[in-house]
């Protein structure tokens, strides 16, 4: 990832064919809800690192559609597939048909796109109970927001790259609906989280990114997946934000890749009309046992000491 040393302050407390979102109007504006790096298999007893993630992910999922049953849209931020099999996304399908609103997805660096339509395609045919269509392309806007949707994956590659058509993309999207806030959503990381291991890994070209948010006011933050844990902090004068794993979890300012006991959860977002956001982070009470394989870095922490919060 290009850029580094700056340190990030912690908050206190499009493509062509863009969509309209409608939703109820209310109080907490418009409501989304972030899940992030799902790393499902083509077996539903599929594991990674001893946790078995389809179950994880229903079941955050059904706290998901328990807190927040009324939400306008769900954004999957990537990774959503471990092997990147077309059966991974059918399982995707299938554990989504409980969440509320509209489904937007990136990949990540765990993904195939090909495999994703493909799954996906195959899921509509073949599951039996209706599931909502998950959208993998584009922007969409709700009341006085857009949320604009940048591609990050690059094939053969573990970190990311937001090519020029993605960057122009975003360009036209600002500068075409300056009466719209803007949230902005990719996968890797575009500013450093504190460790070194996975900050070698992120967004190659994040500075071009916020440079492009940062000629538009009504651009108000960036919202991503990649480092399994929950950040909200401003950076180079943009609120970044990210969200546990419905998964595992990566232990904040590890040197190496370091596995943390904090449960699997996800972000709840109110975007309201007057440009402010009211965001929080909800997990599953308690966190699912993992297994350090050999040569794995000794993990910190212990199993449900995570943070379980309830939005107000």
């Known amino acids: 990832m290009a850029g580094a040393a700056r340190v990030p302050s912690r908050v206190m407390s499009t493509s062509a064919a863009s969509t309209n979102v409608s939703h109820p109007s209310g109080p907490h504006g418009v409501r989304l809800l972030h899940l992030t790096d799902l790393h499902l298999f083509a077996t539903p007893a599929g594991t990674l690192k001893g946790v078995n993630t389809l179950d994880t992910f229903a079941a955050v999922v059904a706290l998901a559609h328990r807190d927040h049953p009324l939400a306008d849209a769900c954004l999957l931020t990537g990774d959503l597939s471990q092997d990147e099999t077309a059966d991974s996304y059918i399982r995707l399908a299938e554990a989504c048909a409980d969440l509320p609103g509209r489904i937007f997805s990136l990949c990540g660096n765990h993904d195939d796109p090909d495999a994703l339509r493909d799954g996906l395609f195959r899921a509509a045919a073949a599951v039996r109970k209706p599931f909502p269509a998950i959208h993998t392309d584009g922007s969409f806007f709700a009341r006085r927001w857009q949320v604009v949707l940048l591609h990050s994956r690059v094939a053969g590659k573990v970190g990311g790259k937001v090519s020029d ?12 609906h300056p009466r719209h806030f803007a949230l902005v959503c990719v996968h890797h990381q575009p500013m450093p989280v504190g460790s070194p291991w996975i900050d070698a890994i992120g967004l190659e070209n994040g500075a071009e990114v916020l440079k492009r948010m940062r000629r538009h006011t009504h651009a108000r933050a960036l919202l991503f997946g990649h480092v399994h844990q929950e950040l909200d902090v401003f950076f180079e004068g943009i609120r970044h934000l990210t969200s546990p794993s419905t998964c595992i979890q990566f232990t904040p300012g ?19 009309d007057d440009g402010r956001i009211v965001t929080g982070v909800t997990r599953l009470a308690v966190a699912p046992a993992f297994t350090c394989e050999a040569g794995d870095p000794q993990y910190r922490g212990q199993a449900g000491e995570g943070r379980y919060e309830f939005p107000p």
């Not at 590890?254 to 309201?272: C, E, I, V, Y």
């Open 165 to 176: 058509a993605e960057l122009l993309r975003l360009e036209w999207a600002l500068s075409a």
């Open 254 to 272: 590890s040197q190496k890749f370091t596995l943390d006991a904090a449960a699997p959860g996800f972000r709840w977002l109110n975007l309201m």
